[in-house]
């Protein structure tokens, strides 16, 4: 069974800072892109930060320069580093797990956790 579990959401103050993790199971970690997505009430669920394999990182326009993905391998976890959070940073925190092989993707999601920036 694969299985994402997310933690690390909760309430923060605005310029606060969060770490999640997600951790993987069920999965050969290492080969799969794993990626951090959000998503607010009545609206569509976005793509924040994403790491590959190799290490590369994607993040949105919104939270570069703020946001950090890293992954550890030895500990099947991806982390997503949180500083300088906005009110619009509030959402529901998703981590997500993607390989392509041979034209068939394999994806997963976790259940999520809650980010509330607020004061």
């Known amino acids: 069974q694969v299985q994402l579990v997310e933690s690390g959401g909760g309430l923060v103050q605005p310029g606060g800072s969060l770490r999640l993790s997600c951790a993987a199971s069920?999965?050969?970690?290492?080969?799969?892109?794993m990626g951090w997505y959000r998503q607010a009430p009545g609206k569509q669920r976005e793509l924040v930060a994403a790491?590959?394999?190799?290490?590369?990182?994607n993040y949105a326009d919104s939270v570069k320069g703020r946001f950090t993905i890293s992954r550890d391998n030895a500990k099947n976890t991806v982390y997503l580093q949180m500083n300088s959070l906005k009110p619009e940073d509030t959402a529901v925190y998703y981590c997500?797990?993607?390989?392509?092989?041979?034209?068939?993707?394999?994806?997963?999601w976790g259940q999520g956790t809650q980010v509330t920036v607020s004061s």
């Open positions: 997500n797990a993607d390989q392509v092989v041979q034209d068939y993707e394999y994806n997963y």
């Open positions: 069920g999965i050969i970690f290492s080969i799969y892109a």
């Open positions: 790491i590959t394999s190799g290490g590369s990182t």
